[in-house]
């Protein structure tokens, strides 16, 4: 079914499509992909159990040729440490390295304890321009402001034999990684406010209400079990990114950690209590012999490649937003979703 202003409303709510049967124009179909089913995954209850995991995960991996996307993150940096040595691991270098400079520092660290061979990516405005269409194409659909500087490290990662790229994504899901969401119990209102990426209808002339998504998760009337709500709608927008960008240059992807599942309920106080991720913050003592580094999300200066941005002018659009009003994220979504129309009309 053809129904754009579905398709932006829900990608501005969410970052995809949600709807499998509805498409923003005929013969365009989005593309999402879904994670492991659970049925498949493995349980673990301590940072060893991740341990004996993660090795049975590269073990199993036979010849391929492994590459790592090495962040400042304890995620990547635990990814990383089951390499053999001598592999490849993949940095993002913005702007010449003067952007978020610690975490450059960071990655160095851990490439070198695991004696990996580390590669700078080096991203700015022109890798947008020259790759956004390419990833969009693929998708059927507007993207994620990564896609494109993911595709262009797959790439280079081709270019150096690398035949599967490593991620680190999925434990901030699974491990209790997203404090700022677990951090209390929500009203189902409220929620909707937080979770909702931009408001189709703050900036849509014709926005189509997503609320229906979040009626699935309501409960005891004012409530939603928001941690279903997060495995099933963030996991699917979250690692459709790394699919798709991965899979445009040819390139197979894995993370280790989407394949487990804790098998005990998350101890959300631990969590709000400034522990998020305890056990895989354990797993890097072991790893690595030092406390763990704060959490490090995957570095993209939109903030500072929209800061005079005048916002988008297809007729779409509301007229007269005030783009102070927005977050460099929000500036993206609008940006990618009128260049994505463009493409097509």
């Not at 995960?57 to 995620?75: H, I, P, R, T, Y």
């Not at 500072?304 to 927005?326: C, H, N, T």
Request: charged share 30%.
């Amino acid at each position: 079914m053809i129904d754009k202003n579905f398709c932006m409303s829900s990608y501005l709510a969410f970052r995809y499509v949600e709807a499998e049967d509805k498409d923003f124009y005929e013969g365009l179909h989005h593309k999402n992909f879904t994670p492991v089913p659970p049925e498949k995954k493995r349980p673990v209850k301590t940072a060893e159990d991740i341990d004996r995991e993660m090795h049975a995960f590269f073990e199993a991996q036979g010849k391929e040729k492994l590459g790592v996307m090495l962040s400042g993150g304890m995620d990547s940096a635990i990814v990383a440490s089951y390499l053999p040595k001598g592999s490849d691991a993949f940095t993002f270098r913005f702007l010449g390295g003067e952007f978020q400079k610690e975490e450059l520092r960071r990655a160095e660290s851990y490439a070198d304890f695991n004696h990996l061979n580390l590669h700078y990516v080096d991203i700015d405005w022109s890798v947008v321009e020259q790759y956004l269409s390419v990833v969009m194409k693929a998708k059927g659909a507007p993207v994620h402001s990564i896609e494109p500087q993911i595709y262009k490290a797959a790439l280079e990662a081709k270019k150096l034999g690398v035949t599967k790229m490593l991620v680190g994504e999925s434990a901030d899901l699974i491990f209790g990684g997203m404090d700022l969401l677990l951090g209390k119990e929500w009203k189902f209102d409220e929620f909707v406010k937080r979770y909702t990426f931009t408001d189709p209808f703050a900036v849509l002339e014709e926005p189509v209400s997503m609320n229906y998504l979040f009626e699935r998760y309501r409960k005891n009337g004012d409530g939603i079990d928001y941690l279903k709500f997060m495995d099933d709608v963030f996991s699917i927008e979250s690692s459709s990114s790394y699919y798709n960008a991965f899979g445009c240059a040819g390139l197979a992807y894995g993370d280790p950690y989407a394949h487990l599942v804790m098998a005990e309920p998350l101890d959300l106080e631990r969590v709000r209590g400034g522990e998020p991720k305890y056990l895989v913050r354990r797993l890097f003592e072991l790893r690595y012999g030092k406390k763990a580094p704060d959490k490090v999300p995957m570095p993209r200066p939109v903030d500072i490649y929209f800061a005079d941005w005048k916002g988008p002018s297809r007729k779409e659009f509301k007229k007269g937003l005030r783009m102070e009003d927005f977050t460099g994220n929000q500036k993206w979504q609008m940006f990618c979703l009128e260049q994505f129309l463009n493409m097509h009309e």
